[in-house]
């Protein structure tokens, strides 16, 4: 079965400072990665969605970046971070067949990042 | 692109009522819709999804309803418990982009 895997789990770091979460996909093969961040509230915005090696797609523009250089690794930076980076990070995953017939997500844990 | 309107942003009910949460899509080519539930704290989880090919699936308490005509879909929970008290997100695709999310629903149940 696949699982996918979040860490750390809370993080609290300096503004300026920089930021690095990983995630990581067990059980299956070339999966569609995606990035999201859920501040205070309610809301899920897409920061960055990977569909294979070194792709990487940038919705919002911002301080942030992702890389994937693995099939079943995907990672979340920053240089500096900012007052306004805080917030619930949530790596997803899912399965692509081949087609253009979409799949639900699989999201994993979550990163909780307070930047103070 | 997609976009999907959620309504209403919070809901609470007593428990054992049936608790109804609508969406709107604009894309006509979206063709799947999944609804998540997160609970405080957690990560969001799929509860159910239904393709453009039906217009109704069902699973125990939980069914979703699909108008392709009118591009809304809802999420019906029936004999709510207060363990169904979560926010519920909507979201929709066409297979060439990413998954649309609604903003949410906050669903209140009170024992």
């Known amino acids: 079965s696949q699982t996918i895997h979040q860490w750390p789990a809370t993080l609290v770091q300096p503004v300026g400072s920089p930021l690095s979460l990983e995630c990581t996909v067990e059980?299956?093969?070339?999966?569609?990665l995606y990035w999201y961040r859920q501040a205070a509230g309610r809301g899920l915005q897409l920061l960055f969605y990977?569909?294979?090696?070194?792709?990487i797609s940038s919705e919002v523009p911002q301080n942030l970046s992702a890389s994937r250089p693995q099939d079943r690794q995907f990672i979340l930076s920053s240089k500096k971070l900012l007052l306004s980076d805080s917030g619930f990070y949530l790596c997803?995953?899912?399965?692509?067949?081949?087609?253009?017939?979409?799949?639900?997500?699989?999201f994993g844990s979550g990163t909780r990042l307070t930047v103070v | 692109g997609e976009n999907v309107e959620q309504h209403p942003s919070t809901l609470s009910v007593q428990e054992g009522d049936s608790a109804v949460i609508k969406c709107t899509y604009s894309?006509?080519?979206?063709?799947?819709f999944p609804w998540y539930k997160q609970e405080l704290g957690k990560r969001p989880q799929l509860i159910i999804d239904?393709?453009?090919?039906?217009g109704e699936k069902k699973d125990q308490r939980i069914a979703v309803t699909l108008n392709k005509t009118a591009k809304h879909f809802s999420l019906h929970i029936t004999e709510t418990q207060p363990e169904d008290s979560a926010v519920y997100f909507c979201?929709?695709?066409?297979?060439?982009?990413?998954?649309?999310f609604g903003k949410g629903t906050m669903l209140l149940v009170s024992p």
């Open positions: 997803a995953w899912s399965y692509w067949d081949g087609s253009l017939r979409p799949n639900g997500y699989t």
């Open positions: 239904i393709r453009s090919n039906v």
């Open positions: 979201a929709a695709s066409n297979g060439y982009s990413t998954l649309t």
């Open positions: 059980g299956t093969s070339n999966p569609n």
């Open positions: 894309d006509s080519a979206s063709n799947y």
């Open positions: 990977s569909v294979g090696i070194g792709q």
